[in-house]
């Protein structure tokens, strides 16, 4: 549709534009994460949102590109770029080959058997010393390049990212919008009423669990990239609630409401530094908190609002009168 161009283009544009008056250094720096951030809610949104799929793994997928990409850039010189490559079709391989078990349990089973791959991944990373370098963390990863330049600042890393997750968004906009995008709306109404239709619920499920965990694993190659060290901690069970967070608070089923999600739970932590290990319980009560009563989400939330607000004030002004 036409206005979902426009609104995209003066997305893009503004997101163009921010880091121009920032001149780098740690607002740009928060930015970045808000675009990986993004992208990880967005392709949680899909499974979740549209398809109805829950997944509390996330994590893992984005931990697997990470490390992928690192490992094959430092022990093995690989060219980051085409490590980026065979690291998210290998994780979107392995996603298709588990999707087809996983995905056939529903509500809690499912979220249960997508924490223990979460969990099993983890312990992986922790316990692989000499691949991974275990608890320690993987140090020395080159930052990408594109012949001459290098993107080894904050303001080159924020358009590199951005610019990968604008694309990852204009292709999620044109998939929920599509023949694809309306089957798994469908799934997620009801999954024996889809198949009823024709809907091929089991092989879309998993395909866009396969989708996810691709856009989790190309934005973990880049995360490495930026950062140069990873370390287990980024991609435990914490982080996949945070995500689920995001997406909860920032509304089901939108686009957008994962972008804006992702921009406040990623702006959150830098306000909740004095909690220390306590910051799980405010993710806890945001979440019980926009489930009772913003079940849509800010998206909806807040135009929700103001249309309340309006009628409000314009009786008031009429009985003034």
Known sequence: MKSDRIKFLVFALVVLLIPLPLSGGYLTNVLIFVGINSVLALGLNLLLGYAGQISLGQAAFFGLGAYGSGVLTTAYGLNPWLAMVVVALCVAAFAFAIGFPVLRLKGHYLAMATLGVGIIVNIAFNETVDLT???SGLSGIPNLQIGGLTFDSDLKNYYLVWVFALGMILLSLNLVNSRFGRGLRAIHDSEVAARV???????????????????????????????????????????????????????LGSVYGSILGALLLTLLPEM?????????????????????YLPGGLVEGIPALFRRLVPARKVAEGSDA
């Not at 290990?277 to 019980?288: A, E, K, P």
């Open 197 to 251: 239709m024709g809907v091929n619920a089991r092989l879309m499920k998993v395909q866009v669990f396969t989708l996810s965990a691709f856009m989790s694993a190309i934005m973990g190659s880049l995360y490495c990239h930026v950062m140069t060290f990873i370390s287990p901690n980024s991609f435990g069970f914490h982080f996949s609630v945070e995500l689920l967070t995001m997406i909860v608070i920032g509304g």
């Open 272 to 292: 909740l530094r004095s909690f220390q290990d306590f910051d799980i319980i405010v993710y806890g009560l945001l979440l019980i908190t926009m489930t009772i």
């Open 133 to 135: 370098g275990g608890p």
